[in-house]
Nanobody, 123 residues
Framework: QVQLVESGGRLVQAGGSLRLSCAASGRTFSSYAMGWFRQAPGKQREFVAA????????HYADSVKGRFTISRDNAKNTVYLQMNSLKPEDTALYYCAAARSSLSSDYTEYVYWGQGTQVTVSS
């Protein structure tokens, strides 16, 4: 069992930056690939970024590539999402997830999910 808790979401103006954190419990965190997803009201869940269990490989949605950076610190059992140049369309509930399988943008590959943290970007 892996418990995930996101934090760091808040209201921010367009063009600003935020860093989201996802803290995991347990001692097997490093064996999971991790991903960030987001969902706005009335819209489907959207892949944002993913990172391999060792942290060497990353993958990003085209909509955030060049603006967002995913990273992890396995010693702290934490994965991060650094978000720069934020846009109003980035407004969503952001949540992290863990997968036993390799790096993936498919939400069906993820088996553990956090409860989410709200990011709101004003124009």
């Amino acid at each position: 069992q892996v418990q995930l808790v996101e934090s760091g979401g808040r209201l921010v103006q367009a063009g600003g930056s935020l860093r989201l954190s996802c803290a995991a419990s347990g001692r097997t965190f490093s064996s999971y690939a991790m991903g960030w997803f987001r969902q706005a009201p009335g819209k489907q869940r959207e892949f944002v970024a993913a990172i391999s269990y060792g942290g060497a490989n990353t993958h990003y949605a085209d909509s955030v590539k060049g603006r967002f950076t995913i990273s992890r610190d396995n010693a702290k059992n934490t994965v991060y999402l650094q978000m720069n140049s934020l846009k109003p369309e980035d407004t969503a509930l952001y949540y992290c997830a863990a997968a036993r399988s390799s790096l993936s943008s498919d939400y069906t590959e993820y088996v553990y999910w956090g409860q989410g943290t709200q990011v709101t970007v004003s124009s």
